[in-house]
């Protein structure tokens, strides 16, 4: 799978999750903590093309995936290949 970005922040419980997800199926991701690097939504809309009202977003590559409930689908309908 293509390296996985999450836009989040720490104090978020959906952002955990999806890092969390990441790491117990050993998925490549980068964690990019908002309040860390002084984000804002408006930051992330500007770098993924589209209005951001809630955290995560959520990348795989270069394709826009959205957000936690989002990626744990994502993650589920690519459950094979991710075997592989």
Do not use: H
């Not at 998925?27 to 009202?53: C, H, N, Q, S």
């Amino acid at each position: 799978m293509d390296q996985v970005t999450i836009y989040g922040r720490a104090s978020c419980g959906f952002c955990l999750r999806a890092r969390g997800l990441c790491e117990a199926k050993g998925l490549p991701f980068t964690w990019v903590d908002m309040m860390e690097e002084g984000l804002t939504k408006e930051d992330i809309a500007a770098k993924i093309g589209r209005p951001v009202y809630t955290v995560p977003q959520i990348l795989v590559g270069d394709r826009y995936i959205g957000g936690c409930d989002d990626f744990f689908a994502f993650v589920r309908e690519n459950e094979a290949a991710l075997a592989t």
